[in-house]
């Protein structure tokens, strides 16, 4: 789980905006850019903030990752 502080002052590399934290439904969490489209994955509590270690993400998903997302708290 990332800590709500921590997820307030993430952004995404590529565009330096505001990341969703979205729980998924097998229990792990990723980051989303809903801008850019793009999912960051999170391994063993660790936000992976790579541009070329982000995947695309398709339509359908974004619906579903738009859904399940809560945004950071901004300090």
């Known amino acids: 789980m990332v800590d709500d502080t921590l997820l307030s002052i993430l952004v995404c590399p590529q565009d330096r905006g505001p990341l969703l934290l979205v729980s998924q439904e097998d229990g792990d969490e990723l980051l989303y850019n ?8 999170i391994e063993e ?24 997302g809560r945004p950071a708290t901004p300090r």
């Not at 809903?34 to 994955?41: E, F, I, K, Q, S």
């Not at 509590?45 to 579903?64: C, F, K, M, S, T």
């Open 45 to 68: 509590g660790i936000p992976v903030l790579l541009i070329d270690e982000a995947r695309d993400v398709d339509d359908d998903e974004h619906a579903r990752l738009m859904e399940r």
């Open 34 to 41: 809903p801008r850019l489209r793009r999912a960051y994955r």
